[in-house]
Structures are given as structure tokens and as C-alpha cells.
């Protein structure tokens, strides 16, 4: 279980907690009932900004129908992808438009409600209980904006990554797989120049990836994380740019570039392709999520190119640091928003509440999971039996406004790859603490980002040499202002009591 630190206190948090910011409650102007029946009055349209895709036709979106005739409402889920998500927010944002339910990360709640653009949801905790039941209750304060609910927190769905290996490879050249990160280096090299697919050519490689996911085990072993995060060390606040493991990270990768057994695409790299680097056997490791390797529509895709490919995962290397597969941030958890303007709209906001606690319902969290009873599943006794046509139902997940209970669900809808998200699930990930640190109002953490990866990429790709680590520190704090980054993050990490 995850702890976060608020104040001087400590909370445990679940899956979805309410956000705080205050103690004083106001009085509700609106009381929505603990029953049905919902429909009735007119039918408001709810439109919710969610990151996804894969929506289908309102016609045939049978979690909408069966939503939208429950309440009486016309729920429109508004799909967004990556920063898409941020620009189409901002600009609604700006305009006056905002969806009536959407999501923030909590630096951009508390910007948010500094800027007086949130509804103060205080007067309706109570209303929401079967949301904070659903989710394993707990509370996040946010002390320096006095105490007042402003959202839910939705916990993030269960780690999917690992690094997985071309087992058959392994065999064929007489290799156990790799435990440790000298292990790792000797695969790779055996993969490169060893010939695994018996084809008589160099054509390939021992190490493939997303730059920006796939040294994320190597940063681990040595005990830290990718450049430019901050976490702790025995009480004490550290940022893996000054972490003594950081430079003999580098310099291991560095190592497996100049090597010549790493995909010399990495850089430019995107899911599409070193998907299709491995699947067609260019490339005989690399990092992935179990969904997009043993899904059985994925498996249908990469088997026919190589029938006798066997995929395994490896559990994260050791090296003289640990063990670390990456890096989760437990209060940088999507928090369900409201925006201030359904202050004007209390009928709406009362559809709102009562979708909410209908999709955390026993009713309804089967309904934005499975889909319909009957048709997506049966039910034998406790348990959810898939039917056929549960694989239409792909998209459940824009629905689920308030997460879900994952271990259940995923055991539920994908049984045969219960043993790979398992495996995924157990392993060790460090814990940042980024998202509990507001910048100094004239830091841009966009420049200073985009400093850090152009130089981490000079490093391993020798661009620059290691030994002038400690300049292109000088010039992060100094021209970048990461100096007052650091010292701002050590007062507020200080002032929440989770650092000493």
C-alpha cells in the first residue's frame, strides 16, 4: 500500500482518495436523493475529457445507452491522447468551456485553484461515499489551499512493463537469461553477433526500445532513475542528477551503444516501431507492456512473422544499486475535477454526482468493466464468466470516471495472461515524489527538461564526454535555475514532513 504525507499526518491511499485543501464546509445547494429513480427532468449532456481512444458510434456504444437511459443523461466521453489532452483542456480552459468532468495532475489542480477555476466539492463529500468506498477511502490534503474537497484521485492501473526475451534465442545459443546487468551486456552482444536466427546475416540486434522507457531497469540497478527526478534515501532528499549512480549508469549504456548492440534507431524509436523491430526478429530484448505482447490479437500479429519466436519476461537486472523496473509518483495520480461554472448549472451537477456514484455501484462498475450482462458476460455463481463478445468492449475503460478494482478485473477479463501482468505487478519500482514539488515561479521546467535529455543522450551516445558531468550541472543550476528547483523542493518536501 502506497503512503502519502500531507502536513504532518500520514494517509493510506487505495486506488481513488479525495483531495483536500480546507476544513470548512458550506452549505449544499443541491441534495441528490441515495435512490433512483433517476430519470427524471431533462436529459443534460455530461461531457467528460478522458485519455484514450478507440470510441465507437453512440449508436453502438451499448456502456453509453445503457448509462445514458439509467440517469436520464446524455454522456459524452471526449477521448484525448497525450499533451492533445493538455492543449484541448487549456484551450476549453481559456474559453470558458471546460468539459464537466475532466482530469489534473495536482500541481495543475492547486494552479487550477489558485485561479478560482474549480468547484469546491466540500459541500457534497458525503454524497460521494460510495465513490471513496468503491476506491478504499483515505485523504490527501493539500494544505496550502486550506482544506476544501476539489476532486477525486484516481490510483493508477496496474504496471504493465518489463523486459522480454527471445527465450528460442536464449536456447539457441546456449544462454540462460540475464539476471544481472553484466548478464544483460552479454546477451545483447550474443544477439548482435552470434546469429540467433540462424540466417548466416549481421542483421540483428541485442537491445531495442523507447529511449524514453527502455533504460529506465538500467537506471534501477544502479539504483536511481531516469535524469531529473526526486526521491528518497534513508530520510534524506536526493534528484538522480546528483545520485552517485547516475554517471556509472551512463557509462553502462554508453558501454552497450559503443558496443554496437543497441538498436541504432533507439532515439527515434516509437511504440509502432520497435514493436515491429522485435516482432519481425530484428531486435531479441527490449522493454514492452504484457498487453501489446500476449493479448491474443497481438499474439495473432507477431506469431505468423515468427512462428518459432518464444517471448518471455525477465524480472528487473540486478546491479550494484538494486533492483528498480522504473519509477511510479504516488501523488501525480489523475484527479476527477469539476469545473467552477456547474455552480450555475446545480441540475447538472446533481446528474453528475448520481453518475458517479452509479458507476461505483456494484451495477455500474460491472457495467463500465465487462459491459453487459447477457451479452459481454455471465455470471456462475461470484464469478464474471467472458463471453465471446467481451473483446468489443475495449474501450469499457473511457468509462471507468473513477477507476476499478484492477487485480479483480484484470484476472476477470484476460484469465490466460493472468501469470504475465502478475509477473509485471511484483516488480520493484522506486518512488518519486515530483508531483509534491511546485516550481519557483521564474524555473521553466519545460527548458530545464529539455536541457537534461539532450544532454543525457550526448552522454550515452559519447557526444559528450562523462567528465564533464559536473559542467552541465553548473550549467543546469546556474542558466536553468535548477539550483532553486532543488532548494524549493527540499523546503515544501520539508514543510509535508516527508523528508527529515
Given at each position: ?43 443534460p ?39 492533445a489532452c ?12 471546460p468539459?464537466?468532468l ?5 500541481r495543475?489542480?492547486?494552479?487550477l ?27 490527501v ?17 496496474a ?19 540475464p539476471?544481472t546487468l ?10 548482435t ?11 540483428t ?10 533504460l ?8 536511481t ?36 548492440v ?28 504484457w498487453?501489446n ?50 455552480q450555475?448549472?446545480?441540475a ?11 458507476v ?13 450482462e ?13 463471453t ?29 495472461q493472468?501469470?504475465y ?6 516488480q ?30 550526448k ?7 562523462l567528465d564533464?558531468y ?28 516527508m523528508i527529515?
Open positions: 500500500m502506497r503512503r502519502l504525507f500531507a502536513g504532518r499526518c500520514r494517509f493510506a491511499v487505495v486506488a481513488a482518495v479525495l483531495v483536500l485543501s480546507g476544513t470548512a464546509c458550506t452549505e449544499r445547494t443541491i441534495r441528490p436523493t441515495d435512490e433512483p429513480p433517476f430519470a427524471t427532468g431533462d436529459a449532456v455530461i461531457e467528460a475529457l478522458v485519455l484514450g481512444s478507440e470510441l465507437p458510434d453512440a449508436l453502438e456504444d451499448d456502456i453509453k445507452k445503457t448509462i445514458d437511459a439509467k440517469l436520464n443523461i446524455d454522456l459524452r466521453i471526449v477521448p484525448c491522447l497525450g499533451d493538455k492543449t484541448q483542456l487549456s484551450m476549453r480552459l481559456a474559453e470558458g468551456n468539459p464537466d475532466f482530469y489534473v495532475d495536482r495543475t489542480l492547486a494552479r485553484v489558485k485561479q478560482n477555476q474549480l468547484l469546491d466539492l466540500s459541500p457534497y463529500v458525503d454524497l460521494l461515499q460510495p465513490a471513496i468506498d468503491f476506491a478504499g477511502g483515505g485523504k490534503e493539500l494544505p496550502e489551499n486550506g482544506g476544501k474537497l476539489y476532486g477525486l484521485a484516481i490510483g493508477d492501473n504496471f504493465q512493463f518489463t523486459y522480454w526475451v527471445r527465450e528460442d534465442w536464449l536456447d539457441k545459443l546456449g544462454l540462460q537469461p539476471a553484466d548478464e544483460l551486456a552479454r546477451t545483447a552482444r550474443a544477439f553477433f552470434g546469429d540467433p536466427d540462424g540466417n548466416g546475416k549481421n542483421d540486434y541485442g537491445f531495442g526500445g523507447n529511449p524514453d522507457q527502455a529506465g531497469p538500467i537506471f534501477g540497478a544502479f539504483g532513475t531516469y535524469p531529473g527526478h526526486f526521491y528518497r534515501k534513508n530520510g534524506q532528499l536526493v534528484n538522480s542528477l546528483t545520485d552517485p549512480g547516475m554517471v556509472p549508469a551512463l557509462a553502462y549504456i554508453q558501454s552497450l551503444i559503443e558496443a554496437g543497441v538498436d541504432p534507431d533507439l532515439l527515434s524509436n516509437k511504440t509502432a516501431q520497435h514493436e515491429m523491430k522485435a516482432f519481425q526478429g530484428q531486435v531479441g530484448l527490449f522493454y514492452y507492456n498487453p505482447m500476449m493479448n491474443d490479437n497481438k499474439v495473432k500479429e507477431w506469431q505468423p512473422l515468427n512462428p518459432n519466436a518464444r517471448w518471455v519476461q525477465l524480472p528487473s537486472p540486478q546491479g550494484p544499486g538494486g533492483a528498480s523496473y522504473s519509477f511510479y509518483d504516488p501523488g501525480a495520480a489523475s484527479v476527477l475535477v469539476m469545473p467552477k461554472t456547474l450555475r448549472a446545480p447538472k451537477l446533481d446528474k453528475i454526482i448520481r453518475l458517479l456514484r452509479y461505483t455501484s456494484p451495477e455500474g462498475s460491472r457495467l463500465v468493466m465487462y459491459g453487459l447477457g451479452k459481454h458476460y455471465t455470471v456462475a455463481g461470484n464469478q464474471i464468466v467472458p465471446a463478445q467481451m473483446s468489443q468492449m475495449k474501450y469499457a475503460y473511457l468509462y471507468q470516471l473513477v477507476g476499478r478494482d484492477e487485480l479483480t478485473y484484470l484476472k476477470t477479463k484476460f484469465p490466460k493472468e501469470p501482468f502478475s509477473f509485471a505487478m511484483r520493484p519500482r522506486l518512488e518519486v515524489l515530483d508531483s509534491f514539488i511546485d516550481p519557483p515561479d521564474d524555473y521553466s521546467a519545460a527548458d530545464a527538461e529539455r536541457y537534461i535529455k539532450e544532454e543525457l543522450y552522454f550515452i551516445y559519447g557526444k559528450r564526454p564533464s559536473g559542467e552541465f550541472l553548473a550549467t543546469l543550476d546556474t542558466e536553468y535555475r535548477y539550483e532553486a528547483y532543488r532548494q524549493a523542493a527540499e523546503r515544501q518536501l520539508k514543510s509535508l514532513g527529515r
